[in-house]
């Protein structure tokens, strides 16, 4: 027979959420952690409640039956790389300690109800680790018994609550009829506006620069303005638009919205009401979509090495090692596309903390896709980053670098910047940028590396200024320099090579 030998690095974390329970598997390698399985089951812990906070047996059986499909994973974790948290209902129910007693005994390891402040910030570090982490941010869950709020900077949460209201617990409340009416609505709202209150004007003064949702509502609210050809920003008016079409349906049981899954549709009007609320609140103008949040917080938390550590660095290292790239010729490229953008940054206009913080991370990942075939490489490149996730740079960010890399060498196809909206041009001065630094750092030597200088003329053109002899003496990298003249002029950008 095989001893098992346990994973020691794979890591678990159990959720048992007031509306759904969830398992995240990830292994700890290459300097981060990569997910290798979700499990999600909809228990809807909460509507076990009754007004006496005390949760039925048929609920406890729900989760129980749960938690016995999540114990056959564990099985294979080592103890210290489990982490099971609990959240709102079961600190409000009073006989809560007879569900942890049996799922203690189901998962053979120890349940943890943490407090709402707890819940609150370990959400924050889950997005602190997952998302775009640009000044202040203010975070919003949204769960199925409370709402955690959160504002913080960097890795710490400098204010945080967690609010009793939640889209289990108000659909109960305001949606037990089915009805999708507007006195329904309105009762929601206000009261979830009541709930706000107390701590609306301290949130107001603190302010934020970027507002983050880290719940299912929000990303179901996101696949709706999808599948409606419709930016994934959430704003006030696009929501009492979805309101609005939502009532139009009459009943739950009807609501039928384009992008909105099964899943999620019971909870969604309750969800949805309760963001409305806090729009109005806290006057929130926009809001993205968090790459994690209470589960990662809690699995991030076990990783000491990854505690308080750059995560674009960490993300962009990761693909480094994982893909076998060649560091040395990342850096010759960041360095080179840094220095030409910076020559440029006058007549473009360009911002050199954000456009270094984009080249560089092209530079580090533009040959990833070397480790599968030369030819098609840069192709490959960006379809690998497409699919993966990358923690520390916004949405917008990984779309700019995702276009930069399939652009960085070969035939130009315009068409691929017109997805990106106002980063359009931006992103095709970076292009033109990125290629002329992998053709200029070709012979991966940092002595080879030429003194250029560029500029630019009104009408775009660039131009190329090289001492007297020196491309003389480098025809390969002169002959690659006139191709890559033509290359962009098919599309329209033109470009002089000139020798001092």
């Given at each position: 027979m095989v001893q098992k030998i346990p994973q020691s690095d794979v890591f678990a974390v159990i959720d048992l959420g007031s509306n759904s329970f969830h398992m995240l598997i990830a292994r700890h390698a290459a300097g981060g952690v990569h997910t290798i399985g979700r499990v999600k089951r909809k228990v809807r812990l909460a509507a076990g409640l009754d007004k006496h906070n005390i949760l039925s047996n048929e609920a406890m059986e729900r989760g129980w039956e749960c938690l016995a499909?999540?114990?056959?994973?564990?099985?294979?974790?080592?103890?210290?790389?489990?982490?099971?948290?609990?959240?709102?209902?079961?600190?409000?129910?009073?006989?809560?300690?007879?569900?942890?007693?049996r799922a203690e005994q189901?998962?053979?390891?120890?349940?943890?109800?943490?407090?709402?402040?707890?819940?609150?910030?370990?959400?924050?570090?889950?997005?602190?680790?997952?998302?775009?982490?640009?000044?202040?941010?203010?975070?919003?869950?949204?769960?199925?018994?409370?709402?955690?709020?959160?504002?913080?900077?960097?890795f710490d949460a400098l204010l945080y609550k967690s609010l009793n209201m939640g889209c289990v617990t108000y659909l109960e409340q305001f949606f037990s009829d089915g009805t999708l009416s507007s006195k329904n609505f309105s009762n929601a709202i206000l009261a979830a506006q009541k709930v706000v209150k107390p701590i609306q004007q301290d949130f107001i003064a603190t302010g934020w620069e970027l507002a983050i949702g880290a719940s299912g509502t929000v990303q179901a609210i996101q696949e709706i303005l999808a599948a409606n050809g419709l930016s994934d920003m959430l704003t006030l008016q696009k929501l009492e638009e979805i309101q609005s079409q939502?009532?139009?349906?009459?009943?739950?049981?009807?609501?039928?919205?384009?992008?909105?899954?099964?899943?999620?549709?019971?909870v969604f009007v309750s969800g949805l009401a309760i963001l409305i609320a806090l729009f109005r609140s806290l006057k929130i103008n926009q809001m993205g979509l968090a790459g994690g949040a209470l589960r990662e917080g809690v699995l991030y938390s076990m990783i000491p090495e990854l505690h308080n550590s750059d995560i674009c660095k960490r993300t962009l290292n990761n693909f480094m090692v994982r893909y076998h790239v060649d560091k040395q010729q990342a850096s010759y490229v960041a360095e080179l596309s840094v220095s030409l953008a910076k020559q440029l940054s006058t007549a473009w206009q360009l911002d050199i903390g954000n456009v270094q913080k984009v080249l560089s991370a092209v530079a580090c990942v533009h040959e990833v896709g070397l480790i599968v075939d030369y030819k098609l490489y840069h192709k490959h490149s960006a379809y690998i980053l497409s699919h993966t996730d990358m923690p520390g740079f916004s949405k917008i960010e990984k779309q700019?670098?995702?276009g930069l890399t399939a652009s960085h060498r070969g035939d130009l196809d315009v068409k691929l910047f017109q997805t990106l909206g106002a980063q359009e041009l931006y992103t095709q001065r970076l292009t033109r940028i990125i290629r002329l630094a992998v053709i200029l750092s070709m012979r991966r030597r940092d002595d080879i590396v030429p003194p250029v200088l560029i500029d630019v003329s009104d009408d775009e053109v660039l131009s190329l200024s090289f001492e007297a002899d020196w491309l003389a003496q480098h025809p390969l990298m002169q002959s690659e320099l006139e191709q890559e003249a033509q290359y962009q002029s098919r599309v329209g950008w033109d470009?002089?090579?000139?020798?001092?």
């Open positions: 499909l999540f114990a056959e994973r564990l099985q294979d974790i080592p103890k210290q790389n489990i982490s099971i948290v609990a959240t709102a209902t079961l600190r409000l129910a009073k006989n809560a300690e007879e569900f942890k007693a189901i998962l053979q390891n120890k349940v943890n109800v943490i407090s709402g402040e707890l819940e609150a910030k370990t959400i924050y570090k889950g997005v602190a680790h997952t998302s775009a982490c640009q000044g202040r941010q203010l975070v919003i869950d949204i769960g199925g018994a409370s709402t955690e709020v959160v504002i913080g900077k960097g939502a009532m139009s349906c009459k009943t739950i049981k009807q609501l039928d919205l384009p992008g909105l899954s099964e899943e999620r549709r019971l700019i670098i995702v470009i002089q090579i000139k020798r001092n």
